[in-house]
T-cell receptor, first 113, second 113 residues
Framework: NAGVTQTPKFQVLKTGQSMTLQCAQDMNHEYMSWYRQDPGMGLRLIHYSVGAGITDQGEVPNGYNVSRSTTEDFPLRLLSAAPSQTSVYFC????????????FGSGTRLTVV | DQQVKQNSPSLSVQEGRISILNCDYTNSMFDYFLWYKKYPAEGPTFLISISSIKDKNEDGRFTVFLNKSAKHLSLHIVPSQPGDSAVYFCAASFTGTASKLTFGTGTRLQVTL
């Protein structure tokens, strides 16, 4: 049982480059989310999805796109990387009923130079 | 505007003693609260949750207390063990937004021998 799998674990991008952070879960969870963690800021919600074909913006969505074509996958796209997007990114999934203790992936550490 | 606040960035406790981690929130619509534990280079792990219809929830060594009138919750760990050394995040959501968790900034707990 893999849970939530994120790839890659580490990535260095140049300013202006684009890339996709991959996230897959094998628990048939309806809810999936992307968070970023920055020092002193906790985890902030970027985008989330309540099911395949349904996505919405979180607290800090600018510069990121998402899609949810299947229940299992929820990729996060950086359109034109900026140094302000240097962060650790976490994908999470959950059942839609309480107690919904989200299961997190192990994270992607992204550096934009 | 930080809706979920953890005002203590760090806490040091001796092994065997009680650890008390605190969390305050400002949005009175929050009705479900969660605690997560995070080790370095790993994703957060769900610990325990509480609904606003309760004021206490226990799971082994972990107990969460909720004081709705004060908009305050706390996590008690008894007895504390060295393996509890980690960053602890509280998070909140409200009915209809279960897919969106709002996190605090975290408290780093160190359990010393």
């Amino acid at each position: 049982n893999a849970g939530v799998t994120q790839t890659p674990k580490f990535q260095v991008l140049k300013t202006g480059q684009s890339m996709t952070l991959q996230c897959a879960q094998d628990m048939n969870h309806e809810y999936m989310s992307w968070y970023r963690q920055d020092p002193g800021m906790g985890l902030r919600l970027i985008h989330y999805s309540v099911g395949a074909g349904i996505t919405d913006q979180g607290e800090v969505p600018n510069g990121y796109n998402v899609s949810r074509s299947t229940t299992e996958d929820f990729p996060l796209r950086l359109l034109s990387a900026a140094p302000s997007q240097t962060s650790v990114y976490f994908c999470a999934s959950s059942r839609p009923v309480r107690p919904y203790g989200y299961t997190f992936g192990s994270g992607t550490r992204l550096t934009v130079v | 505007d930080q809706q979920v606040k953890q005002n203590s960035p760090s806490l040091s406790v001796q092994e065997g003693r009680i650890s008390i981690l605190n969390c305050d929130y400002t949005n009175s619509m929050f009705d479900y609260f969660l605690w997560y534990k995070k080790y370095p280079a790993e994703g957060p792990t769900f610990l325990i949750s509480i609904s606003s219809i309760k004021d206490k929830n226990e799971d082994g060594r972990f107990t969460v207390f909720l004081n709705k009138s004060a908009k305050h919750l706390s996590l008690h760990i008894v007895p504390s063990q060295p393996g509890d050394s980690a960053v602890y995040f509280c998070a909140a959501s409200f009915t209809g937004t279960a897919s969106k968790l709002t996190f605090g900034t975290g408290t780093r707990l160190q359990v010393t021998l």
